[in-house]
C-alpha cells in the first residue's frame, strides 16, 4: 500500500528504529510508548487488520506472535504484554496489522 505508513517503514522511505527483522517482519520501537519496551511487530504482507486476515494467513500469525516471543527472550523481557487493536473503536490507528509486545512496567489490568 503506497499511502501505508508501516509498508513505508519496511520500505525504509520513513526511519525507525529496528530492533528486529527478516523475510517476513519487522520489529521497531513504538514513537508513542506506552511502557518502557514498546515494539510494534509487523508482517511485510499487508493486511489492514485482524478482521482482514485469510485462512493462508493463519501460519503467518502463529509465527508473528513466536518473534515476539523470541525478541522478549534476546532482550532479557521475562515478563510482558502482546496486544493487538482491530478497529477504530479498539485504539487502532495505523491500518496495517500489527501486535505490540510491551514489557519493563506491571501491566494493570484493566488497562487504564
Request: hydrophobic fraction near 40%.
Amino acid at each position: 500500500m503506497s499511502d501505508c505508513l508501516f509498508c513505508k517503514i519496511i520500505e525504509k522511505k520513513i526511519p525507525a528504529k529496528i530492533e528486529y527483522e527478516d523475510p517476513e517482519f519487522l520489529a521497531f520501537y513504538d514513537i508513542h510508548p506506552q511502557a518502557p519496551s514498546h515494539l510494534l511487530i509487523i508482517p511485510k504482507k499487508h493486511i489492514e487488520q485482524i478482521g482482514d486476515l485469510q485462512d493462508v494467513d493463519e501460519t503467518l500469525i502463529g509465527r508473528l506472535i513466536l518473534r515476539a516471543k523470541q525478541i522478549a527472550k534476546k532482550n532479557s523481557w521475562k515478563d510482558y504484554r502482546l496486544v493487538f487493536n482491530s478497529g477504530l473503536e479498539a485504539g487502532q490507528t495505523v491500518f496495517h496489522i500489527h501486535l505490540h509486545l510491551l514489557s519493563g512496567r506491571k501491566m494493570d489490568w484493566p488497562p487504564g
